[in-house]
């Protein structure tokens, strides 16, 4: 008889471990991801074992720290029970490997065991694998004691749980894996759009809000002309109001950039907490992205903090060239035609405006006789005058495609050949000069008839080599030229007679088959010490 009990009890030990061995095979089987694996673990052990609580802990594989991630419990009663096993009971679990069984007097403080039975019992089942920890199992019960063939069961339970976490974990990383491709192909759809620059921030803000679970996220952009980040866009305007965290989001913004690194910080005043990466390409500060969540509970996960990095990733190129957009519509939309600026923007080139060597022909038009003009007319009508002879001579610069360099009072300065590189450069800006005389006869008839006699026009143009890019400071720049080429044309200009073209031989050189042009030799120009001979052009050949 006693054999045929121990038998029996030794019978009921094996299928309990094998249940157990079972469950947790199952769950690896069925689980859907971390979370279920997770539940699954817990509710198991809770059923097997009887106990009133039971609480799951797994390691962060970063930060070490153990992470609470379910809380089974038979009876809702025992809810403050749960909350009483606090992480002293975990650590004091992670000592070592091997089950520990307390009474709640051996490890609570007596505030939390005042509270308890005093026939609650606990048990800890640390779980490691090649000797390197996992996490741990905190159980709690009502009496009876935890016997040693339930301890025996809490070793195998263990030796299969390892494998467990281990798949949650991998379950885990596919998942934050496959979040962070969606995150890269959602912003490469983004960036691909080509939105207007404002609208393309705010997109990208409410998807990061989304994606990485802020509260309000934000893009700052660094000032070059004023040396400082600037707030560029937020989603949410009523956290700004308040100056603590406006200056809280400064400070982690500027810590990012010096770090060069993403930054994730927990304020207290304001509570906050805020994470921001630094948009840096090419060696170039662009700005930083953002965000916050004003709940210090909801702190970001190093999982929310890669995906914040994988947004920038796909962000930065495209803010840098929106940027450089800018700086090109800025400076270049009053020099050239709007569907050649059009062109440009397409394939933004952000080396048009560094400074680069061109050979290229510049044309200047000057009014003779408009001094004489201003002593005689009243400045409004000077000034109505000069807009109209500007606005015509500009129409026909643009009509070829050429880019208005500036004026300089009433004279006008055109390039050909550049941004956009143009073969006829040369024969553009003749023709240009004649079409230009041919518009300012008009413009003379039309003032002419209302009593104003107006100044006559003069045309050089030269062909060569020139530095051309932008030039000026950070109140104001210019995209121009430098180069004895430009002098040369200016000074052509000066002795242009009232209705002439006249061109440099460089010029000539490129045209002579496609005009007709007269010779004019022994002109002396300051600078140049030889005689030059220009060409006055009369036609270009059909």
């Known amino acids: 008889m006693i054999k045929e009990a121990e038998l029996k009890t030794q019978l009921t030990q094996c299928q309990k471990a094998l249940d157990i061995v079972m469950a947790i095979d199952h769950i690896r ?3 859907s991801g971390p979370t279920a694996i997770f539940s699954g673990l817990a509710h198991t052990l809770c059923n097997q074992f009887q106990v009133d609580v039971c609480l799951l802990y797994v390691m962060d594989r970063e930060t070490k720290a153990l992470e ?9 009663a025992w809810r403050d029970v ?4 606090s ?18 007097a051996d490890i609570l403080p007596p505030a939390v065991t005042s509270r308890l039975p005093e026939t609650f019992r606990m048990a800890a089942i640390p779980v490691f694998m090649d000797e390197k920890p996992l996490g741990a199992v905190l159980m709690g019960r009502n009496a009876p004691v935890f016997a040693d063939d339930e301890v025996e069961l809490m070793h195998i339970a263990e030796s299969q749980m390892d494998s467990a976490i281990v798949q949650a974990y991998t379950y885990h990383d596919l998942a934050q894996r496959n979040k962070e491709l969606e995150t890269i192909y959602r912003f490469d759809q983004i960036r691909d759009q080509y939105l207007p620059f404002d609208e393309m921030l705010d997109i990208v803000l ?21 040396k400082q980040l600037e707030m560029r866009a ?17 400070q982690v913004a500027h810590t990012a950039i010096q770090r060069a690194q993403l930054t994730c910080v927990d304020s207290e005043t304001p509570p906050c907490t805020i994470m921001a990466v630094p948009l840096i390409l090419r060696n170039e500060i662009i700005g930083v992205f953002g965000a916050v969540n004003r709940d210090l509970q909801r702190r970001f996960t190093r999982d929310q903090q890669r995906l914040l990095k994988a947004i920038v990733s796909q962000m930065d190129t495209a803010i840098f060239e929106s940027l450089e957009q800018r700086r090109l519509r800025r400076v270049l939309s009053r020099s050239v035609d709007p569907h050649v600026l059009d062109r440009l923007l397409e394939k933004p080139d952000v080396d048009i405006l560094r400074g680069e060597r061109v050979f290229l022909t510049v044309l200047y038009g000057d009014l003779r006789g408009s001094t004489q003009m201003a002593l005689q007319l009243k400045p409004e009508t000077l000034v109505d005058f000069v807009n109209d002879y500007l606005g015509r001579m500009t129409r026909v610069i643009h009509a070829y495609q050429g880019t208005l360099d500036k004026y300089v009072g009433d004279e006008v300065m055109a390039l050909f050949g550049a941004p956009l590189p143009q073969p006829d450069h040369a024969l553009r800006a003749v023709r240009v000069g004649l079409e230009m005389q041919v518009a300012h006869q008009r413009l003379m008839a039309d003032w002419s008839a209302r009593g104003i006699q107006p100044a006559a026009l003069g045309i050089g143009i030269a062909t060569g080599e020139v530095i051309i890019g932008e030039f000026g400071c950070e109140l104001r720049t210019d995209y121009t030229v430098i180069g004895n080429t430009a002098n040369l044309g200016a000074r052509i200009c000066s002795v242009a007679k009232p209705g002439e073209v006249l061109i440099s031989q460089e010029t000539y050189d490129l ?8 010779p004019i030799q022994g002109m002396h120009f300051k600078g140049i010490d030889h005689e030059v001979t220009v060409y006055a052009v009369t036609r270009v050949l059909d």
């Open 29 to 31: 089987d069925v689980a």
């Open 511 to 518: 045209v002579k088959d496609a005009v007709e042009a007269i």
């Open 82 to 85: 749960a909350a009483s096993l």
């Open 234 to 250: 937020v989603t949410h305007d009523d956290l700004l109001q308040k100056v603590a965290y406006y200056e809280a989001m400064t």
């Open 68 to 76: 609470l991630k379910v809380v089974q419990e038979r009876d809702p």
């Open 206 to 226: 409410q998807e990061l809000c989304r994606v990485v679970e802020a509260e309000m996220g934000f893009v700052m952009l660094y000032d070059k002309t004023g």
């Open 87 to 104: 992480e002293t009971c975990v650590h004091e679990a992670m000592q070592d490997s091997g089950v520990k069984l307390w009474s709640a």
